[in-house]
Every structure is written in C-alpha cells, then in structure tokens.
C-alpha cells in the first residue's frame, strides 16, 4: 500500500484548497498543533494545513484535491478523542468540521433526526429538548456526532440504547477520490445490500470522510431514578449487574466505580460516600415502573451484600449524583498533581469474567505501584483504567507501559476486546491483529478497495 | 469482474469434493432441483451438486476446491428465504449446512451463545427454554441461524429486539479462498477495527459461508400480555403505533393485519374478528409492568377510535392469537385456489409515512384489480404484500408485475427501502442500484477485493 509523503505536492494542494476556501484554510502553527496533538500521550504530528469547511461540496472537492495530490487527508471533529486518531504522521490536510454545524431535520413522528457531522451531543440535546426527544451516546466529551460516528463512540447509556453502531440510521460520505455517498435510508431496518453504514461506523476517517449523519433518537424518559449503591467488593458489583440484566431490568446505566475512585471524588466534590467499590444507576420509564425497577434492583443488590440503595427522581439530586461520576476523571488527577501524564484506556470482557479482569488488573497495579483507579461501564462488560505516570521517570513509564499490555492481553483472553469505545487510532493499532488475527487482512483489503492511494487517515486503525 | 462459467472444471471440482465426502456429495436430480428453487416466482436453476457438510474444515476444503477451479459456491441452510437466493444460476456446488446442527455453547450469565449456522431457531429456542432464555428474532419458517445472519432477517420482534444486525456478536466465516476467519469477539461491544461482522450479516453468500454464529440472548420475559385491537381505519393503527413508541412504551411487537386478511383468517380459523385494520400487539415485562403497558396502549388506541382491546396474559389464548396472526399467509392462499403464484414481497419506510403508503398501495392494487392483502410490522415501518396471480394470464402478470415495481418505488420515494427484511437474492437486484446510487459500486468493490474470481453465490445481491 502506497504511503503518501510527496511533499512537494502537498504545497501545490495546499495552494488549491486556498483558493477554495481563502482564508478559511490555516498553516499557522498554533493551529497545526492543536490539530495534531490530543490530551492523551499518544505521538502528535501536526498536519500541514487545517480546512475549516461548511458544507460536503467543499469536503468533495478538498478530497479531490488531495486524492491528485496524493496527499493525506485527516477528518477533525472537536479533537476529544483517546487514541491518536487525528495525529498526521505522513502530514497532509486536516479537515475541520466543526463549522458543519446544522441540524438538517428532526423527525419527531419517526425518532430520527440529520445532523451534520460538527453539531456536537449537547447541541443536539440542547435542539431536541423542546421536543421531549434525545440522543443517548454519551462519551465523556462533547464531542461531534460526526467524530462519534467515526469512532464508534458509546458511554455510560449504551448498556439500554446501544453504541454509535446501533444510533446511526445512515450516512453521507466523501470518498477517497471525492466521491459523495450516502448510505442507508430513513427506514429502520432493511435487508438491502451490504451495511455500508456501519462499516463506516468505527472506520476512523480511513474510509471517506463521514460529513452527515442520520440518527435515531428517542423519548425522554417520564420518570427517571437514580441511586448508588456500595458492595463489599468488585465482585459483589458485577453479580448484581449480571442477576440485574439477566432479570431483564432494562438498566439504563450502571457504572462500577473503585474504591480509588471514590476516595478521590469524596475529596473533589465534598462527598462523603463510604469508599468501597459502588454501583451508579439510573432507571428510565414511567414513575410506577421506574419505582419497580429500583426495588427489584434494590432486592438484587441486597442479596449480594450492597449497602442501602437510595435512590433519586428529582433531577438536581440525579444530576449531583451524576456530577460526581463524571469528575472522577478530574478526581483522581487532582489527588497526583505531580504525575505528568495519564493514560485513559479501555477494554471490554463479557460480563461473566469482568470481576476477575478489574481484580486481575488491581493486583497487577498494586504489584507494580501503579496508580490506575478503574470505572465501568459494567453492564457492558467495559471498563477504563487511567493509568497515571510520571513520563520522566523510565523505570515507571516501562512498567506502566507492561502493565498496558497485560491488561490488553488478558481482555483477549477472556474473549474480549482491546477497546470498548475509544477505538484503535494510531495508538492500539499494534492490538489489532492479535485480536482479529487472519481477519484483519480482509479490513486492509477493504481499505484497498476503497483507497488505493492511501490518503485517508494513514497510519491509523486498518490503514497502513 | 469474472462470470465463472467454466463447466469443464466443474466436473473435476466435484470429483474432488466427493473425495471429500463421499455420499454427502449429491448429484442427484431431486436434490439438486430442491436447492436450486425457492418458494417463490424467482427463476431457479439447480446447482450442479450438493455437499452435506459437517463442519467448518469441510467448508473450507471445498471452497478452496472451488476456488481453484474457478467453480461457484452457492451456501444454503432451509431453503426458506424468498428472493431466489439459492438458485445456481452459474451452476456450481451448493454447500448445504443443515447437517451443521450443534450448539456450541450457551453462556447464560453473558447472555449469549455460539451456534453452527445450520441451527433452527426454533432448535435453539427449545434448548434455551430450560434455561428461561430464548432468541427473539422470528422471521415466518423456522429459517438456519446462518441463512437469517446472511439475509439480515427480522420478524415480529424486531420493534423491541432488534433485526440480525442487532444480534449477531460474532461469526466464523469460510472465505472465497477457503480461509477460515471469525469475526467479532465475545465483548458485547467494541471500537477496534472494521465491523466484519455486520458486513457479514446481508451479505446473502456473496462474500463467504457463515459456518458459526455468536448470538445475544434474552431472559423470557416473567409476563406476556398480548391482545388484538380493530381500528376504523389503517391511518388510525399507524398513528396508535407512532404513539405508543413516542410514548416509549416498549411493545415487544405491534402488527398490522388489514381487512383483507382478516376475512381470510376469519374463515381458515373460525374466528369472528371485526373486519377492520386490527393491530394484535404484544408486551413483555413484569406483571405490573405489562399491565401498565397495556392500560396506556389501551388509551392510545382509543383516543384513535380503536375498539376494546381485549388482552390475555395466558400461554394458551396468546398462542391462539398469533397462530391466527402466523395464519395469515395460508388463510389467504385459500381463499383463492386459482391463482397459480404468490409473491410475498416486503418494503420498509419511515413510520410517519406508512399509512400513507399501504393506502396508495390498497388504491394502486384495488384499480388494476390485483388481490394483495398486507400485513405490517408497524413499529418499524414494515410491511408485506402478498400479491396473487394467475401467471397463466399474461394480461394479470404484467399488472402485477407493475404494480409491484410502482410499490417499491413508492417506497425508495418516501425514504424508504426496497426491503425490510426479505433481502435482495436474484429477485430484487435491479432495486439495488435505485436505492443506493453510487454507494453501490463501494459495494461491488468490496465483493472484488474479497472475492476477484467471483465464485461466491454469483448473481445475487451485490455481487455481478
């Protein structure tokens, strides 16, 4: 597979997109820095030139461009992601789609909805809310519903509304030659040819460039409840996660948060919750059966030695709850100011051996004097570490990095996966063959197939 | 791309493969007649011979066979699905999987299993039951789990559990060259690489044999509400169904049966419904929960001047129910013992638009006096046709001809698609390039890149 590093073109296609786009198109270093690097420890590379684009006949005919050029062509969201995945190692031009930020249409009658691909989740929740509809993929981050896409984003709702996988109805895409396509339809399912949508789902822009998305939505719930819930131990959690989901309590979130983790949020958010491995829930339906819900739940997570189960219908209670999860990111980094890198991974096991990975994992970390407070994801199976590491110490970096690839290896292991949700990029890329083994070669095929220059996204996921 | 035709090296093919297997390798008329011709009007055309395999090894040796004899590979599972997509019309070897008969394994706390592809649903169903597991997906026959996963089917239950698409986890798939590849793992998500799996699904045996399925499983739910409900109109069932799930009341399934089929199911099974559009629906849940359920579809219905809806929570008055409701199909075949074919053909749209469209279709049908009752799963915008004719008279089968061409245009004009779950096989590849425009020729390059000599069921679906 071609590797495109033709500099010299690169300034001729540099100078046609500038006519395109004036001065909507930036070589200020600044600029290429931000849209090189993300916040993780991945390797950054600035691309050359950054395109700030509005609309896919633009996007078209950058491609285009780029495609006679044989220069590289890396799609740029809000720059959220985890794993290097918009770094441009081969150079070329970044484009920017955070100015495509219009929603197109908003079907109430069909719970769908035509984004494109820079209108972030909480824009799009702000647009629905009116509506009494909304859109349930939550990664951390704000990010673009196009980026999402493109990374096959989930979070904490995925365990009752699915990923980015189950969520996008369809697509319009520029091709490698500039190309535009759209896949799938309005309809909600269909037996029509090859799933094109969902291979796009998850490609990491080194497919085509993804500039609109079609999405399903749904209903704000009439009643929420939420609650959290303190185990005796890991193990305790995942039992009443697996007796919950096997009881067909539609759980809309259920999240394992460690004792670590707690400590650390009890500190930041002034709390006082016993430090003990603890289950957040949320339930989603009518209030009679919110309220069964809970209680079945409460009766599960009893038997299984959980503290008392309160939980909250009053949204400035459920939000305060939620408020203190999501800072246990900023939590834990708060408690080590002097570690200089942290190391957000991910991987998802099936549920039956999902206390035995977080165990594995802990003994690993304590053995090694690695600090890596967990979060689950646990109805899912998935689970993050945030691996903290002073990167100047190399006796540390090395056993960090070790204990990263152990981690990985017993996800494998158990018939998991080397990532749940923040995807392959450039930085698990070496874990893409030993989890897929002989069936990678038929993704490289298909990238191929698809962009024989190899200007999409070079250097990242299936891509050479 | 290559039309194999070359018969000489198909006679050597097959003495090799009955090498192989010896007596499971058929060449006999009778055999080779029934895996060339579907139930439907589809041309068919008998493969050359059929191999009885018993595992995946035995695939992949004669697809390797295959391959080096340029010779195609025609996969088959029941014969049960409705586009011809069986038929040999190049010749070639039909590989019959329906030996492939084992449950591999059932992980009840991960809710999920393995299976070979020539598993029934209705087998798997029965070995679930002691565990209070089953498998959702339900289209009519009691179809392989290989050949649903290679036509992405559906059925009733898709509206609350999803198609194939939705439940596959993972497969084990015979390539063109006879590599054997699995795709997916047992993690209930993942965001590393290219979806092969769901690439898989719909591919229909253009881009390889499926010999093993990895599916999700549900819990049986605790209790079953099901009940029947006629409407003055079939504008009035579509608006109760929009509302119901904007209401995000999680019917387990909502069809449309119109009057047309209810006469006739009146007759076959001496009932005495009202003969009106009638929606018979379905709830799952707990006790408490599907009372709920029922009480606020009850009010929906009404507020739409849907009658009483009358609903059973017993094992037996459900079964009657959806046996009339399964009935349908014969019930209408009887009442007109003249006409020599059926087409039972199926298109999807947007919900908000499909009153609209079974209206026009009724009108379309009623003015060129074509009889084609339908029968909707209306939560998903889904609906069937069965279009009767005398193919005897050619005047009839040009109307019907027509009439069916002007329904799925009708259909693609709403935003909809050609199929909801039928799937494409021989019969509806000109609607292929209708629907998807310049996306399909991505699909065809997927086809070549995976399959260059194009022995994999060729003439179906995508592939030329």
Chains 1, 2 share one sequence.
């Not at 009116?130 to 979070?155: K, Y």
């Not at 039956?352 to 890596?372: F, H, M, P, W």
């Not at 995807?423 to 070496?430: C, D, L, Q, T």
């Amino acid at each position: 597979m071609t590797t495109p590093h033709l500099k010299n073109s690169t300034t001729d296609a540099i100078a046609k997109v500038r006519e395109l786009l004036g001065d909507r198109l930036s070589t200020a270093p600044a600029v290429r820095e931000q849209h090189g690097k993300d916040q993780t420890w991945n390797e950054g590379a600035p691309p050359d030139a950054v395109a700030f684009v509005k609309n896919t006949g633009e996007v078209s005919a950058i491609v285009a461009i780029c495609a006679s050029h044989q220069v590289p062509v890396i799609p740029f969201g809000t720059g959220t992601s985890l794993e290097g995945h918009f770094s441009a190692p081969y150079g070329g031009i970044s484009i920017d789609l955070s100015g495509m930020n219009h929603i197109l249409e908003v079907n109430s009658e069909d719970l769908d909805c035509r984004v494109e691909a820079g209108v972030t989740r909480k824009t799009l929740n702000a647009a629905l809310r009116d509506q009494g509809l909304f859109f349930p993929i939550d990664p951390g981050a704000d990010a673009s519903l196009g980026g999402m896409t493109a990374t096959r984003a989930s979070g904490t709702n995925a365990v009752r509304y699915g990923t980015m996988k189950d969520n996008v109805l369809g697509l319009t895409v520029v091709m490698p030659n500039g190309e535009v396509i759209r896949t799938g339809t309005r309809a909600r399912k269909s037996s029509a040819g090859y799933d094109l949508t969902r291979l796009m789902v998850g490609s990491e822009g080194t497919l085509g460039v993804i500039t609109e998305v079609q999405l399903k939505l749904h209903g704000i719930p009439e009643s929420i409840a939420a609650g959290v819930c303190a185990f005796p131990s890991v193990e305790a959690c995942c039992r009443t996660t697996i007796e919950t989901i096997q009881m067909g309590i539609p759980v809309a979130r259920i999240e394992l948060v460690d004792a670590e983790h707690i400590k650390a949020i009890n500190a930041y958010s002034k709390l006082s919750l016993p430090v003990q491995p603890t289950l957040f829930v949320e339930f989603h339906g009518t209030p009679d059966w919110t309220r069964e819900q809970s209680e079945r739940f409460g009766e599960i997570a009893a038997s299984h030695g959980g503290g008392s189960f309160d939980w909250a219908t009053k949204e400035e209670d459920r939000l305060k709850l939620w408020q203190a999860r999501h800072d246990a990111f900023w939590a834990t980094k708060n408690l080590l100011p002097g570690k200089s890198e942290t190391l957000a991974t991910d991987v998802c096991v099936p549920i039956s051996r999902l206390a035995e990975c977080v165990e594995q994992t802990r003994l690993d970390l304590e053995a090694n004097k690695i600090y890596g407070p967990m979060i689950g994801h646990v109805g899912d199976g998935n689970f993050h570490v945030v691996l903290f590491c002073d990167t100047n110490d190399a006796g540390e970096l090395k056993r960090v990095k070790e204990a990263y690839d152990r981690l990985i290896n017993r996800a494998l292991a158990m018939g998991g996966t080397c990532t749940g949700e923040h995807g392959i990029g450039s930085g698990k890329r070496a874990y893409l063959a030993r989890e897929h083994g002989p069936a990678l070669a038929y993704m490289q095929a298909i990238k191929r197939a698809f962009d024989p220059l190899n200007i999409m996204n070079p250097g990242k996921n299936a891509a050479i």
